[in-house]
């Protein structure tokens, strides 16, 4: 399969190139030349699959001139087994035709991992075969940065460098990441805070010569393409266990960078019969705001209890406009030169192409909570804060009662401690796999926000 720029002027790439690449040259970000479609048949046939065979189908055509069939398989079966309940994606009934969807039983509880642990292997296997290393760096202020340890940590072929801002990170959140411990994890702390970080790393993108040409600096940051592809799988799970595709499911996800409600569309663009797709934000609602008044303006950054969702643009948005716009890359590049400068609108026809099939809510902590204390009275279900952004969401908005609304569960309560007990409620247990976490013998090297010493010490580490 060949991926285009949604801005038209950098070079068409295979998988294995996009993989490797972040952004592309022209400054857009990759998407399939041409998605494959599947009829209701193919589809159906695909009910009894287990998860790890339906994601070789999915995923399959996207990766077939990069990885033979047999090693996708064992990779699939491999990256899925180190999942922590039997059905991989278990759905939770929470009311009459209502569910959520629960993405977190992988090893970090968030659904990040289904992306991330499959990313490790993919690049992983890159590497072994150009004979290459390479060298991830991040910043994270939580989730995604324990999400990419966890995936990296058996790479033979990966240092993996995460930056968190030293004291400002929870306990929980820290130690998932500092406590894994192998040779080619680095967790630095870095006496600043994450916008400092997240300077540092892309300062570093931006001029690799700290890495002497002899290695190669790789993004696993929420653009790159193989983890959107990664998350197509799900819809097509829960829609097949719920009577899909012979009939319509809806779904409201919890949004930040829209990489996961853009999986959906793909999932839809691809034939699976969806009714209704529901962006859901928190008061970081540059999105909502654009559905809902066609303005585009991004607002300074607000600390909220759902810290994941906490973005001030979506940069995967652009994925979209790039297919209402009928993949016409110069309009988008002009388009996204327009948003960049302060405040923007979309045509409005193409606007009413996306409302036919998303909406858009938004919620503030004091609904957040509302939400987690509402569902725990009625059914004794205990939601994080991003999962119960979701759940209001899709009681928002919902168009067809009839219809399954699924709500995408992103984390596990236990990561989001504030919020639940915000919500007059107890903190939950950790899971097994993690209950000896508060424990486990921590690794971590607190650095000065600078970047040379940043440098220094990740040549050292690489080098020596
Ligand atoms: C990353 C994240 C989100 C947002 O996902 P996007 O793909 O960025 O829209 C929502 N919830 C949780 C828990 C997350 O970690």
Request: charged share 25%.
């Amino acid at each position: 399969m060949k991926y285009i720029s949604t801005r038209g002027k950098a070079p068409v790439l295979g998988f294995e190139e996009v993989l490797l690449t972040g952004l592309a040259t022209d400054g857009g970000l990759y998407v399939p030349e041409k998605l494959p479609t599947y009829s209701l048949d193919e589809i159906r046939s695909w009910r009894e699959l287990p998860y790890d065979q339906l994601a070789y189908k999915i995923i399959q055509p996207f990766v077939s001139d990069f990885i033979d069939g047999d090693e996708l398989r064992a990779m699939l079966s491999d990256t899925y087994a180190a999942f922590a309940h039997k059905a991989v994606v278990p759905l939770q009934q929470i009311d009459h035709n209502e569910y959520v969807m629960e993405l977190f039983h992988g090893p970090t509880l968030a659904f990040k991992d289904f992306a991330l642990q499959l990313l490790g292997r993919l690049l992983d296997h890159s590497l072994q075969k150009r004979g290459e290393k390479a060298v991830i760096m991040g910043a994270t202020s939580g989730d995604t940065g324990s999400a990419a340890i966890e995936g990296c940590r058996r790479c033979e072929n990966i240092d993996i460098f995460i930056l968190h801002p030293h004291n400002r990170v929870s306990d929980v959140q820290r130690r998932q990441m500092t406590t894994v411990l192998g040779d080619n994890i680095h967790n630095i702390a870095i006496e600043g805070n994450f916008d400092d970080c997240q300077r540092m790393v892309k300062e570093s993108f931006a001029d690799q010569s700290f890495l002497r040409g002899e290695r190669r600096l790789v993004a696993v940051n929420s653009i790159n393409w193989a983890r959107i592809m990664a998350q197509i799988v799900y819809y097509f799970y829960a829609a097949l266990n719920l009577g899909g595709p012979d009939r319509k499911i809806a779904f409201s996800v919890p949004t930040g960078n829209f990489g996961d409600i853009f999986a959906g569309y793909l999932a839809m663009q691809m034939g699976l019969p969806i009714d209704q797709l529901v962006i859901a934000t928190n008061k970081n609602d540059v999105l909502h705001r654009l559905m809902s008044q066609n303005k585009y303006e991004a607002l300074p950054l607000e600390h909220t209890l759902s810290p994941s969702m906490d973005i001030v643009v979506s940069s995967n948005f652009e994925r979209l406009l790039f297919d209402l716009y009928d993949r016409n890359g110069p309009a988008i590049a002009d388009l996204m030169t327009a948003m960049s400068t302060g405040s923007a609108t979309v045509d409005a026809s193409k606007l009413d192409k996306a409302r036919a099939v998303f909406d858009s809510d938004c919620a503030s902590d004091e609904e957040t909570c509302a939400t987690i204390r509402d569902v725990h009275a009625q059914t004794g279900y205990l939601l994080d804060p991003h999962t119960a952004i979701g759940v209001k969401a899709a009681r928002a908005t919902r168009r067809h009662t009839n219809v399954p609304m699924v709500t995408l569960g992103t984390a596990h309560p236990v990561k989001f401690a504030e919020a639940v007990s915000k919500s007059g409620l107890a903190s939950p247990e950790l899971p097994l796999h993690l209950s000896d976490l508060m424990q486990r013998e921590e690794r971590y090297t607190v650095l000065a926000n600078d970047r040379k010493t940043v440098h220094d010490f990740m040549v050292n580490e690489v080098f020596q």
